[in-house]
T-cell receptor, first 111, second 112 residues
Framework: KAGVTQTPRYLIKTRGQQVTLSCSPISGHRSVSWYQQTPGQGLQFLFE???????NKGNFPGRFSGRQFSNSRSEMNVSTLELGDSALYLC??????????FGSGTRLTVV | SQQGEEDPQALSIQEGENATMNCSYKTSINNLQWYRQNSGRGLVHLILIRSNEREKHSGRLRVTLDTSKKSSSLLITASRAADTASYFC????????????FGKGTTLSVSS
C-alpha cells in the first residue's frame, strides 16, 4: 500500500512568487491535513480537507490556501511568498482516532 | 497555538538504556499520539492512547496518560542508535476539530 506522496521534495522560490505543493494521500483515505514546520514555531496546523471540502483551518494568513480534488489528492498554494514561509510542509492522511500517516514533506526555501 | 509541551527538550543516552519523555497539554482531549521524526523528514506515527486509557504498550514503547494532570509519558526501553530522532506528542482539540496540535518535541540521541 503506497504511503502519502508529496511533490516536489525541494523548492527554492524568490520573495513575492507563489508556489503550489501537491499531496496524494493513501489510497482510500479521504482526509488530507497540511502542516508547516519551522525551527521557531514548530509544527503548526494549516488546514484539513475531507471529500473536497475544507473542514478545518489553522491560524494562517489568507496567502495560504488549498484544495482537494475528487481523487482525494490535495494541493496547497502560498502566494506572495515571504522569507518566513521557508519551512518543511507536511501533509498527512488518516483518521483522528487511529493516527495519521505523513508524507516526507516539501522543503520550501524562500530567498 | 501549542498544546503539548515535551520535556526534556533534548536527551542523550547510551545504547541499552531507557529513554523517558514527558508531554503536558492544556485542554481536554479525545486522544494523544506520539510521533517520531528523523532528520527533518516526515513524521512516523508511533502510538495513540485514548483519553479513557491509562497505559498502552507497543513493542519497546510504553505510553502512559494521566488526564487529571494533563500529561503523558513515552518510555523507550533498551534504546538503540536507530532510535535517535525527535519525538513529538500531539493532541486533538477535544471537540469537533480534527487538527493535531504538536508540542516542540524532544530530541533523543542514542550513542553506541
Amino acid at each position: 500500500k503506497a504511503g502519502v506522496t508529496q511533490t516536489p521534495r525541494y523548492l527554492i522560490k524568490t520573495r513575492g512568487q507563489q508556489v503550489t505543493l501537491s499531496c496524494s494521500p493513501i489510497s482510500g483515505h479521504r482526509s488530507v491535513s497540511w502542516y508547516q514546520q519551522t525551527p521557531g514555531q514548530g509544527l503548526q496546523f494549516l488546514f484539513e480537507y475531507f471529500s473536497e471540502t475544507q473542514r478545518n483551518k489553522g491560524n494562517f494568513p489568507g496567502r495560504f490556501s488549498g484544495r482537494q480534488f475528487s481523487n482525494s489528492r490535495s494541493e496547497m498554494n502560498v502566494s506572495t511568498l515571504e522569507l518566513g514561509d521557508s519551512a518543511l510542509y507536511l501533509c498527512a492522511s488518516g483518521w483522528r482516532d487511529y493516527g495519521y500517516t505523513f508524507g516526507s514533506g516539501t522543503r520550501l526555501t524562500v530567498v | 497555538s501549542q498544546q503539548g509541551e515535551e520535556d526534556p527538550q533534548a536527551l542523550s543516552i547510551q545504547e541499552g538504556e531507557n529513554a523517558t519523555m514527558n508531554c503536558s497539554y492544556k485542554t481536554s482531549i479525545n486522544n494523544l499520539q506520539w510521533y517520531r521524526q528523523n532528520s527533518g523528514r516526515g513524521l512516523v506515527h508511533l502510538i495513540l492512547i485514548r483519553s479513557n486509557e491509562r497505559e498502552k504498550h507497543s513493542g519497546r514503547l510504553r505510553v502512559t496518560l494521566d488526564t487529571s494532570k494533563k500529561s503523558s509519558s513515552l518510555l523507550i526501553t533498551a534504546s538503540r542508535a536507530a532510535d535517535t530522532a525527535s519525538y513529538f506528542c500531539a493532541t486533538d482539540e477535544g471537540q469537533a476539530g480534527t487538527a493535531l496540535i504538536f508540542g516542540k518535541g524532544t530530541t533523543l540521541s542514542v550513542s553506541s
